[in-house]
Every structure is written in structure tokens, then in C-alpha cells.
């Protein structure tokens, strides 16, 4: 298996931007984990989904973001205005089954002028 | 507050000594608990994970970890640190009150000297 995939693995784009992150999970897990990651906070659970469904969004910063399983092997996470303050590292992870072990994608590196 | 807490946010030992990383959590009941390391512009690896059973567990690439409830603890340990080992270790644990979430330490950077 090649392992979460997520793209893009650099984003420079300008305030006010919308941006999209990508993620693909390992087939057969059925949970899907975003996270944020900065010097100041650390790793952050924005949000995850089990089967497609969302459960838990209660770390996503506010309005401007959104994420989205359309199905079991995709999903998105949008930033729409993106502001400076959004830089970070963007990780995706999937996991088999509750509690387990996550599995975690190389990361997006985003940059908000 | 509940929490997972690495004391150490640097750690420098020289090629060859051991190492410990110290990981506690302030939860009620034993959560899943976890060691992942992060290379500069990586994704995290799982190094080791312990739920339930034998406190001491072992992991890649040498690690080892041992469980210790009285202390809520759960450090990471090495005999022999190689140079390749410098990285960020994280501590995680999966509080059982909080259903599937990953909660994270502030991890702990490690630099190896020769």
C-alpha cells in the first residue's frame, strides 16, 4: 500500500485565497484525521471522519474552514478566504479501526503571503 | 487540566549513550498510548504503542517504552542512540473519555552529537 497520500505537498497562494488540501487514506480504514501543525500550537486535531461521516469538528478554527469525505478513499479540507495566520503544516492520517494506531501522510506545507 | 505533558522540549546525548524521553498524561482512565517520531519535513512514523498487557513494549528501531500507571507515565527509552535518531519524538495518547482522538505532547527534539 502506498501509504495516506495527500497533495498538494507545497502551497503558496495569497490572502483572501481559497485553498484546498487533499487526502487519500489507506483502503480499508475507516477513519480519517486532519491536523494542523505550527510552532506555536503544536499538532492539532481539526477534524475526523469515520465511514465518510464527520464526528467530531469541534477543532476547526472557525467558518473559513470546511473539510468534506465524499467517499471512503477521498477528502478535503478548504480554506476559503485563507488568511497569513493559516501557515502550517497540514497532515492527513487514517486509521483501521477506533483508538488504533494512525497512519499519517507526508504533509502539506502551507504558505499564506 | 487533562493533558499529555513532555518536560523536555530539547534533548542532546552523544552518539552511543541511552536515551529517555519522558511522556506523562493527566486522564482518568489508562488511555491508549503512543511514541511517534517526526524527521525534519516528515510525516509522523509510530514508533511503538502500548493498550493493554506487558507494560514494556518494544517498538522500531531500538525504542522501547515502558508503561507505568502509578506514575501515569509512559517513557521512551533507547540503549544506544545513533545519529540518525535525531528528530521530534511525540507523545500521544487516545484518552478513553474523548472516543477516537489523538491528543498530543508538545514533543521533544532530540539532537544527537558525535
Known amino acids: 500500500d502506498a501509504g495516506v497520500i495527500q497533495s498538494p505537498r507545497h502551497e503558496v497562494t495569497e490572502m483572501g485565497q481559497e485553498v484546498t488540501l487533499r487526502c487519500k487514506p489507506i483502503?480499508?480504514?475507516?477513519?480519517l484525521f486532519w491536523y494542523r501543525q505550527t510552532m506555536m500550537r503544536g499538532l492539532e486535531l481539526l477534524i475526523y471522519?469515520?465511514?465518510?461521516?464527520?464526528?467530531?469538528d469541534s477543532g476547526m478554527p472557525e467558518d473559513r474552514f470546511s473539510a468534506k469525505m465524499p467517499n471512503a478513499s477521498f477528502s478535503t479540507l478548504k480554506i476559503q478566504p485563507s488568511e497569513p495566520r493559516d501557515s502550517a503544516v497540514y497532515f492527513c492520517?487514517?486509521?483501521?479501526?477506533?483508538?488504533?494506531?494512525?497512519?499519517f501522510g507526508p504533509g502539506t506545507r502551507l504558505t499564506v503571503l | 487540566a487533562q493533558s499529555v505533558t513532555q518536560p523536555d522540549i530539547h534533548i542532546t546525548v552523544s552518539e552511543g549513550a541511552s536515551l529517555e524521553l519522558r511522556c506523562n498524561y493527566s486522564y482518568g482512565a489508562t488511555p491508549y498510548l503512543f511514541w511517534y517520531v517526526q524527521s525534519p519535513g516528515q510525516g509522523l512514523q509510530l514508533l511503538l504503542k502500548?493498550?493493554?498487557?506487558?507494560?514494556l513494549v518494544q517498538g522500531i528501531k531500538g525504542f522501547e517504552a515502558e508503561f507505568k500507571r502509578s506514575q501515569s507515565s509512559f517513557n521512551l527509552r533507547k540503549p544506544s542512540v545513533h545519529w540518525s535518531d535525531a528528530a521530534e519524538y511525540f507523545c500521544a495518547v487516545v484518552p478513553m473519555e474523548y472516543g477516537n482522538k489523538l491528543v498530543f505532547g508538545a514533543g521533544t527534539i532530540l539532537r544527537v552529537k558525535s
Open positions: 471522519f469515520n465511514n465518510n461521516v464527520p464526528i467530531d
Open positions: 483502503s480499508g480504514h475507516d477513519y
Open positions: 492520517a487514517s486509521s483501521l479501526s477506533a483508538g488504533n494506531e494512525q497512519f
Open positions: 502500548y493498550f493493554s498487557g506487558d507494560t
